[in-house]
C-alpha cells in the first residue's frame, strides 16, 4: 500500500521550511538592527513591554500548519473504497469473416492475418468506445460481448482462425443480423464494421438483415479484403508457410476467391454507411476511425475498481486549526522581574 498519493510534496515542505527558517532569521538580524539603532537595546524592552511569551509557541503553530498543510497536499490514503467511473462511447461491432476464402494471400501475409493486424491497430485508436466483437463464416458467433476493455478485444482478435468454426460457406446477413441484437439496447446510431471479401453463400437472406440494421440505426463500414482478380486459396501448407495445395470443389477444380466490392458497397449504401478497399492495416485503421466520428454517444458507467479512499481532509483540518491559532494568539508580554529591571540599571 502507498500511504500517499503525491509524496513529492514532502521534498516541496522541506524546501519551504529551510525558506521560511531563513526569512525568519534574517528579519530578525534587522529588527534587532533596527531597534539598536532607533532605541537601544536596553530601553526597547520597556517601551514594548517585553518579549511575547507566546513567540516559541507561535512558531511551533506556524511550522506544524505547514507541515499539515503539505501533508494534505501530499494525499495521505488508507481504507479501500469502491470507485465507479462514468464515460461517453460510441458503439460498435467488429464482425470478421473466418471462412476458407480469408486464407488468401493476395494481401501479405494473407487476408486474414492482415486484417487482425489492422484490427489491432483500430482497437489502439478506439480504446475509449464500446466495441464487440463477432466471427462469422456461414453463421456468425460472438468472440466479446461489447466492451470498454482494450485487451480483451485484442487477445479475441489474435484468436480468431480460418475454419475456427465447423460451419463453412460465407453470408453477410449472419453478422449483421447479430451485431443488431447485440446493438437493439444502445440509442442512437451505431456502427458494424464488416470486414470480408464479400463472397455471400446465402444472398437471399441479405434484404432482411439490412431492415434489421436499419431498424436498430446501425451503419455498416464494410472494407473489403482481397482483389477483384481473384486468388488461389490454400489448403496444406508445410512448416515454412510453402503451399503444398490448394482448395477445390465438389467437382475437384481449384476454387479462385474474388472480392465482391459491388455487393459491399451496396450493402453498405442501404444502411448510410461507407465502404473502404483494403489498402494497408493502417490507412484502413484511419479511416474507419474516421468513420466512427459520426456515431451517436451514450453516457453510462464504464468501470468499478477499488482505489485508496483519499484522507486529505484530516491534515488539511488541522493545518487551519494550527494556522488559524497562530494568527489569532495575541501578543502577550512577558512581565519583568524586579531583579531583573535592578540589573539591567
Not at 481504507?79 to 464515460?87: N, R, S, Y
Not at 453463421?139 to 478485444?153: G, H, K, R, S, V
Not at 440509442?187 to 434489421?212: N, R, S
Request: net charge positive; glycine share 6%; charged share 25%.
Amino acid at each position: 500500500m502507498e500511504m500517499f498519493e503525491q509524496p513529492i510534496y514532502f521534498i516541496y515542505f522541506l524546501g519551504v521550511l529551510a525558506l521560511v527558517v531563513l526569512l525568519f532569521w534574517i528579519g530578525a538580524k534587522i529588527k534587532n538592527r533596527a531597534i539598536a539603532l532607533l532605541f537601544g537595546r536596553e530601553i526597547y524592552p520597556r517601551l514594548s513591554g517585553g518579549k511575547d511569551r507566546f513567540e516559541k509557541f507561535k512558531m511551533a503553530l506556524f511550522l506544524l500548519g505547514l507541515f499539515f498543510l503539505f501533508t494534505a497536499l501530499a494525499r495521505p490514503q488508507w481504507g479501500l473504497e469502491i470507485v465507479k467511473a462514468e464515460g461517453s462511447f460510441a458503439q460498435a461491432v467488429i464482425a470478421m469473416d473466418v471462412s476458407a476464402s480469408m486464407r488468401a494471400r493476395d494481401v501479405a501475409p494473407d487476408r486474414l492475418d492482415s486484417a487482425k493486424n489492422m484490427l489491432r491497430m483500430l482497437i489502439t485508436h478506439l480504446k475509449n468506445e464500446r466495441i464487440g466483437l463477432i466471427a462469422f463464416t456461414s453463421q456468425a458467433y460472438i468472440q466479446c460481448p461489447i466492451t470498454t476493455d482494450e485487451y480483451a478485444l485484442k487477445y479475441f482478435i489474435s484468436s480468431l482462425q480460418p475454419n475456427m468454426f465447423p460451419s463453412a460457406g460465407t453470408s453477410l446477413a449472419a453478422p449483421v443480423k447479430l451485431a443488431a441484437h447485440m446493438l437493439a439496447k444502445y440509442p442512437g446510431q451505431k456502427a458494424l464494421i464488416l470486414l470480408t471479401d464479400g463472397e455471400d453463400h446465402e444472398p437471399q437472406e441479405l434484404k432482411e438483415a439490412q431492415t434489421a440494421a436499419q431498424k436498430e440505426g446501425i451503419r455498416i463500414i464494410a472494407i473489403g479484403i482481397g482483389t477483384p482478380q481473384g486468388e488461389l486459396i490454400p489448403a496444406r501448407t508445410d512448416i515454412s508457410g510453402k503451399v503444398l495445395e490448394y482448395k477445390k470443389d465438389r467437382d475437384g477444380k481449384i476454387v479462385v476467391t474474388k472480392l465482391d466490392e459491388k455487393s459491399l458497397a451496396e450493402l453498405a449504401a442501404a444502411t448510410q454507411g461507407a465502404y473502404v478497399k483494403y489498402t494497408t492495416p493502417a490507412q484502413v485503421a484511419q479511416k474507419v476511425e474516421e468513420l466512427m466520428r459520426g456515431l451517436d454517444r451514450s453516457r453510462s458507467a464504464a468501470s468499478a475498481r477499488s482505489g485508496y479512499k483519499n484522507r486529505y481532509q484530516i491534515p488539511l483540518f488541522l493545518a487551519i486549526v494550527c494556522l488559524g491559532t497562530w494568527l489569532l494568539l495575541p501578543f502577550k508580554p512577558k512581565k519583568i522581574k524586579p531583579q531583573e529591571q535592578d540589573e539591567k540599571k
